[in-house]
Protein backbone atom coordinates (compact mmCIF):
# COMPACT_ATOMS: atom_id res chain seq x y z
CA UNK A 1 0.00 0.00 0.00
CA UNK A 2 1.12 3.60 -0.86
CA UNK A 3 1.35 6.48 2.21
CA UNK A 4 -2.12 7.85 0.59
CA UNK A 5 -5.43 6.76 2.33
CA UNK A 6 -6.04 3.49 2.19
CA UNK A 7 -9.54 3.05 0.48
CA UNK A 8 -12.43 1.17 1.36
CA UNK A 9 -15.36 0.69 -0.68
CA UNK A 10 -18.81 -1.05 0.73
CA UNK A 11 -21.00 -3.02 -0.65
CA UNK A 12 -25.07 -3.75 0.75
CA UNK A 13 -28.50 -3.28 0.36
CA UNK A 14 -30.68 -0.24 1.56
CA UNK A 15 -30.48 -0.51 5.58
CA UNK A 16 -28.21 -3.66 6.16
CA UNK A 17 -25.85 -1.69 8.58
CA UNK A 18 -22.99 -0.44 6.45
CA UNK A 19 -22.79 2.85 8.58
CA UNK A 20 -22.84 1.25 11.82
CA UNK A 21 -19.78 -0.88 10.26
CA UNK A 22 -18.00 1.89 9.40
CA UNK A 23 -18.76 3.75 12.99
CA UNK A 24 -17.30 0.40 14.53
CA UNK A 25 -14.11 0.25 12.55
CA UNK A 26 -13.86 4.08 13.05
CA UNK A 27 -14.03 3.52 16.76
CA UNK A 28 -12.03 0.23 17.36
CA UNK A 29 -10.11 -0.07 14.28
CA UNK A 30 -8.00 3.34 13.85
CA UNK A 31 -5.95 5.63 15.98
CA UNK A 32 -8.14 8.24 17.79
CA UNK A 33 -6.63 11.40 15.92
CA UNK A 34 -6.35 9.21 12.70
CA UNK A 35 -8.39 10.87 10.22
CA UNK A 36 -11.27 9.04 8.12
CA UNK A 37 -13.37 10.39 5.27
CA UNK A 38 -16.90 8.43 4.66
CA UNK A 39 -18.65 9.29 1.52
CA UNK A 40 -22.37 8.63 1.46
CA UNK A 41 -24.64 7.93 -1.60
CA UNK A 42 -26.50 10.88 -1.84
CA UNK A 43 -29.75 8.57 -2.22
CA UNK A 44 -28.86 6.90 1.27
CA UNK A 45 -31.40 7.94 4.36
CA UNK A 46 -30.75 8.57 7.51
CA UNK A 47 -29.18 5.91 9.87
CA UNK A 48 -29.11 5.32 13.97
CA UNK A 49 -25.05 5.15 12.77
CA UNK A 50 -25.24 9.17 11.55
CA UNK A 51 -25.42 11.48 14.44
CA UNK A 52 -22.51 9.17 15.87
CA UNK A 53 -20.60 9.25 13.04
CA UNK A 54 -20.72 13.25 12.71
CA UNK A 55 -19.88 13.60 16.27
CA UNK A 56 -16.31 12.29 15.81
CA UNK A 57 -13.62 14.97 15.43
CA UNK A 58 -11.78 12.68 13.38
CA UNK A 59 -14.48 12.25 10.93
CA UNK A 60 -15.51 13.48 7.70
CA UNK A 61 -18.86 12.48 6.12
CA UNK A 62 -19.61 13.90 2.66
CA UNK A 63 -22.17 12.81 0.27
CA UNK A 64 -22.05 11.81 -3.47
CA UNK A 65 -24.29 11.61 -6.34
CA UNK A 66 -24.22 8.15 -8.38
CA UNK A 67 -25.01 8.57 -12.51
CA UNK A 68 -24.83 5.47 -13.18
CA UNK A 69 -21.94 5.62 -15.10
CA UNK A 70 -18.70 7.13 -13.16
CA UNK A 71 -17.78 7.70 -9.53
CA UNK A 72 -17.12 11.52 -8.99
CA UNK A 73 -13.96 12.75 -8.17
CA UNK A 74 -13.14 13.86 -4.56
CA UNK A 75 -10.58 15.87 -2.38
CA UNK A 76 -9.23 13.21 -0.20
CA UNK A 77 -7.13 13.35 2.73
CA UNK A 78 -3.29 12.25 2.17
CA UNK A 79 -3.51 9.64 5.36
CA UNK A 80 -5.97 7.92 7.42
CA UNK A 81 -8.74 5.55 5.93
CA UNK A 82 -11.65 6.38 3.02
CA UNK A 83 -15.20 4.85 3.87
CA UNK A 84 -16.68 4.43 0.50
CA UNK A 85 -20.33 3.78 0.65
CA UNK A 86 -21.63 2.72 -2.42
CA UNK A 87 -25.38 3.64 -4.04
CA UNK A 88 -27.41 0.90 -2.55
CA UNK A 89 -29.87 1.29 -4.99
CA UNK A 90 -27.78 1.50 -8.22
CA UNK A 91 -25.55 -1.67 -9.89
CA UNK A 92 -23.11 -2.78 -7.92
CA UNK A 93 -21.02 -3.88 -10.89
CA UNK A 94 -21.21 -0.54 -12.84
CA UNK A 95 -19.78 0.90 -10.07
CA UNK A 96 -16.99 -1.26 -9.43
CA UNK A 97 -15.99 -0.90 -12.63
CA UNK A 98 -15.91 2.63 -12.38
CA UNK A 99 -13.65 2.16 -9.33
CA UNK A 100 -10.45 1.21 -10.90
CA UNK A 101 -10.37 4.17 -12.57
CA UNK A 102 -11.57 6.33 -10.23
CA UNK A 103 -8.42 4.86 -8.00
CA UNK A 104 -6.02 5.66 -10.93
CA UNK A 105 -7.35 9.23 -10.99
CA UNK A 106 -6.54 10.06 -7.70
CA UNK A 107 -3.43 8.23 -7.60
CA UNK A 108 -4.68 5.97 -4.35
CA UNK A 109 -5.06 1.85 -4.30
CA UNK A 110 -7.81 0.11 -2.85
CA UNK A 111 -7.28 -1.71 0.61
CA UNK A 112 -9.99 -4.02 0.54
CA UNK A 113 -13.84 -4.67 -0.57
CA UNK A 114 -16.92 -4.83 1.68
CA UNK A 115 -20.22 -6.71 0.77
CA UNK A 116 -22.67 -6.22 4.40
CA UNK A 117 -25.55 -8.70 3.46
CA UNK A 118 -29.18 -7.98 5.60
CA UNK A 119 -29.68 -11.63 6.45
CA UNK A 120 -33.32 -11.32 7.11
CA UNK A 121 -33.38 -10.04 3.87
CA UNK A 122 -31.21 -12.54 1.80
CA UNK A 123 -32.91 -15.31 3.50
CA UNK A 124 -36.98 -13.86 2.59
CA UNK A 125 -35.39 -12.66 -1.01
CA UNK A 126 -34.24 -16.04 -2.87
CA UNK A 127 -34.16 -14.55 -5.98
CA UNK A 128 -31.43 -12.06 -4.50
CA UNK A 129 -28.65 -14.99 -4.56
CA UNK A 130 -26.98 -13.64 -8.08
CA UNK A 131 -26.99 -10.08 -6.91
CA UNK A 132 -24.93 -11.28 -3.49
CA UNK A 133 -22.98 -13.48 -5.32
CA UNK A 134 -21.49 -10.73 -7.66
CA UNK A 135 -20.68 -8.51 -4.79
CA UNK A 136 -19.39 -11.46 -2.62
CA UNK A 137 -16.59 -12.47 -5.70
CA UNK A 138 -15.41 -8.72 -5.37
CA UNK A 139 -15.48 -8.81 -1.49
CA UNK A 140 -12.34 -9.49 0.96
CA UNK A 141 -14.77 -9.20 3.92
CA UNK A 142 -18.36 -10.54 4.19
CA UNK A 143 -20.50 -8.95 7.29
CA UNK A 144 -23.66 -11.02 8.09
CA UNK A 145 -25.76 -8.55 10.04
CA UNK A 146 -29.57 -9.06 11.11
CA UNK A 147 -29.84 -12.14 11.81
CA UNK A 148 -32.00 -12.36 14.34
CA UNK A 149 -34.98 -14.66 13.57
CA UNK A 150 -33.07 -15.97 10.94
CA UNK A 151 -32.54 -19.90 10.79
CA UNK A 152 -29.34 -21.06 11.42
CA UNK A 153 -29.10 -23.95 8.86
CA UNK A 154 -30.11 -20.96 6.26
CA UNK A 155 -26.95 -19.25 8.00
CA UNK A 156 -24.59 -21.96 6.93
CA UNK A 157 -26.18 -23.09 3.78
CA UNK A 158 -25.18 -19.55 3.06
CA UNK A 159 -21.62 -19.17 4.12
CA UNK A 160 -20.54 -22.90 3.59
CA UNK A 161 -21.48 -22.19 -0.18
CA UNK A 162 -18.66 -19.93 -0.90
CA UNK A 163 -16.27 -21.97 1.29
CA UNK A 164 -16.89 -24.96 -1.08
CA UNK A 165 -15.76 -22.62 -3.80
CA UNK A 166 -12.63 -22.11 -1.92
CA UNK A 167 -13.72 -18.18 -1.57
CA UNK A 168 -11.17 -16.86 0.34
CA UNK A 169 -12.64 -13.74 1.89
CA UNK A 170 -13.80 -13.08 5.57
CA UNK A 171 -17.40 -14.59 6.68
CA UNK A 172 -18.00 -12.18 10.03
CA UNK A 173 -21.07 -12.79 11.81
CA UNK A 174 -21.63 -9.16 13.16
CA UNK A 175 -23.29 -9.14 16.79
CA UNK A 176 -24.42 -6.86 19.15
CA UNK A 177 -20.81 -6.04 20.64
CA UNK A 178 -19.41 -5.38 17.79
CA UNK A 179 -16.52 -6.56 15.44
CA UNK A 180 -14.53 -9.27 17.16
CA UNK A 181 -11.21 -7.79 15.74
CA UNK A 182 -11.28 -4.45 13.40
CA UNK A 183 -7.49 -4.60 12.56
CA UNK A 184 -7.77 -7.99 10.99
CA UNK A 185 -10.68 -6.83 8.77
CA UNK A 186 -9.19 -3.30 7.91
CA UNK A 187 -5.72 -4.89 6.90
CA UNK A 188 -5.60 -4.72 3.29
CA UNK A 189 -4.24 -8.20 2.00
CA UNK A 190 -6.61 -8.88 -0.91
CA UNK A 191 -8.56 -11.87 0.11
CA UNK A 192 -11.27 -11.65 -2.81
CA UNK A 193 -11.79 -13.73 -5.81
CA UNK A 194 -11.76 -10.90 -8.27
CA UNK A 195 -8.50 -9.96 -9.82
CA UNK A 196 -10.07 -6.88 -11.54
CA UNK A 197 -7.73 -4.39 -8.74
CA UNK A 198 -4.48 -6.52 -8.87
CA UNK A 199 -1.64 -4.40 -10.83
CA UNK A 200 -0.48 -6.48 -13.84
CA UNK A 201 3.05 -6.97 -13.89
CA UNK A 202 4.20 -5.05 -17.35
CA UNK A 203 6.82 -7.68 -19.23
CA UNK A 204 6.62 -5.37 -22.63
CA UNK A 205 10.56 -4.58 -22.30
CA UNK A 206 11.35 -8.51 -21.25
CA UNK A 207 12.93 -10.09 -24.44
CA UNK A 208 11.86 -14.35 -24.28
CA UNK A 209 13.24 -16.59 -27.07
CA UNK A 210 10.49 -18.83 -28.05
CA UNK A 211 9.54 -19.95 -31.53
CA UNK A 212 6.64 -17.81 -32.96
CA UNK A 213 3.38 -20.67 -32.98
CA UNK A 214 4.74 -21.17 -28.96
CA UNK A 215 4.98 -17.60 -28.07
CA UNK A 216 1.39 -16.71 -29.71
CA UNK A 217 -0.27 -19.32 -27.30
CA UNK A 218 1.19 -18.16 -24.57
CA UNK A 219 0.51 -14.54 -25.22
CA UNK A 220 -3.24 -15.65 -25.52
CA UNK A 221 -3.19 -17.68 -22.65
CA UNK A 222 -1.40 -14.60 -20.33
CA UNK A 223 -4.07 -11.89 -21.97
CA UNK A 224 -6.00 -10.75 -18.86
CA UNK A 225 -9.41 -11.98 -18.97
CA UNK A 226 -12.09 -9.92 -18.83
CA UNK A 227 -14.04 -10.41 -14.87
CA UNK A 228 -16.88 -12.33 -15.82
CA UNK A 229 -19.51 -9.85 -14.40
CA UNK A 230 -18.06 -7.08 -16.59
CA UNK A 231 -18.78 -8.73 -20.01
CA UNK A 232 -20.95 -7.56 -22.71
CA UNK A 233 -22.61 -9.07 -25.50
CA UNK A 234 -22.64 -7.53 -28.79
CA UNK A 235 -26.37 -5.40 -27.87
CA UNK A 236 -24.09 -3.73 -24.76
CA UNK A 237 -26.03 -5.68 -21.98
CA UNK A 238 -24.41 -7.82 -19.48
CA UNK A 239 -23.77 -11.36 -20.23
CA UNK A 240 -24.25 -12.29 -16.36
CA UNK A 241 -27.17 -9.73 -15.55
CA UNK A 242 -28.23 -9.27 -11.95
CA UNK A 243 -31.49 -8.84 -10.90
CA UNK A 244 -32.27 -5.09 -9.94
CA UNK A 245 -32.27 -4.88 -6.13
CA UNK A 246 -35.13 -2.09 -5.74
CA UNK A 247 -37.60 -4.52 -6.91
CA UNK A 248 -37.26 -6.81 -3.57
CA UNK A 249 -37.47 -4.00 -0.78
CA UNK A 250 -39.93 -3.78 1.18
Not at 49 to 65: F, G, H, P, Q, T
Not at 82 to 90: C, H, I, K, M
Not at 96 to 102: F, G, I, V
Request: charged share 30%.
Amino acid sequence: MSSSAAIYFILGTPGSGRRSTVLDLVENGLAPDEPALVLLAQSETADPADDKLAARANIEVRRWSWNGTDLPDQELPATGAVFFVAESRGDPMTQLESLKPWLDRHHVELARVFTVVDCQLAEKQAPLAPWFDACIYFSDVVFLTKREGVANKWLSTFIRRYEDQFYPAHFIQVKKGGLPNPAIVLDPTPRRVAQYFEEIEDLSGIEIETDDEEEDAEEDEDAPKPEPYFERNRSGRRVKELPDVRNYLG
